[in-house]
């Protein structure tokens, strides 16, 4: 008896299922829990010190530590070699060979990845206002933490996005491709004047967070987080649309074997 082919959800999930045990036996959640434990090391002991004011040792976490390190290199660990790992592996043609279309690996590994993102991200957004705010803390910053939240895991999954699209795209060289896109479309963008920086998810989560002007030109305008939101949403749209498709149509032959 012939099974019938999964239908995109179930087919969808089974990848991310797949995904994720391929994440969580590697050394990826490893070191991004040792890279952003030194980060939150880093911010406690500064602020233990008495180096900086409660909420001097916050905005520099946030913008530093999160918004400028941490939603640039966990994004990046998760997503940037989600394909090439597959040919290394040799398992590559194993997965495009099953009864399960080319959007849906694509979309599968993007959710396992992005809840992987999202999860080390979130935690360490709560460790980093933890140690900012230890010993000084008052009901009137809760919003803050709030507002973090919502700006750093839109910007992850915007992030995820990306990394995804060049894994899809170009395996072999999704790496500099990547890194190039987050310095040059995202970092690069946010100093720029008039309403360039607009075009960067970087700028509209740091709308969200309320910290929009530190280290921003002056001339881009300030929106409404709701629709810095909206924004970044169809930026990360537009990124798995292009990886999707490209994605079903490329043949994915490598120079190595």
Known sequence: MIRPAPNFASATLAIARFAMLRHLRSRRAIIAAVTLGLVVVAVAVTRARGGQSAADAWTTALTSGLLSFACYVIPFLFH???FSEEHEDRTLTYLLVRPVSR????????LAGSALVLATNAFAVLALYLASFAGSFDVSDASQLGHALAAVCLLSLGRS???AMYSAIAPEHATPLTVTHFAVGELGLRN???LI????????ASEIAGVARVGYSEGAPTIPGAASAAIIVGFSVFFLLVATFVASAREYR????
């Open 254 to 257: 490598f120079a190595k074997a």
């Open 103 to 110: 959007s849906a690996i694509v979309l599968g590994k993007y």
């Open 192 to 194: 720029l004047p008039s």
């Open 197 to 204: 920086p607009m075009l960067s998810m970087h700028h509209h």
């Open 80 to 82: 940037a070699s989600s």
């Open 161 to 163: 996005a990306i990394a």
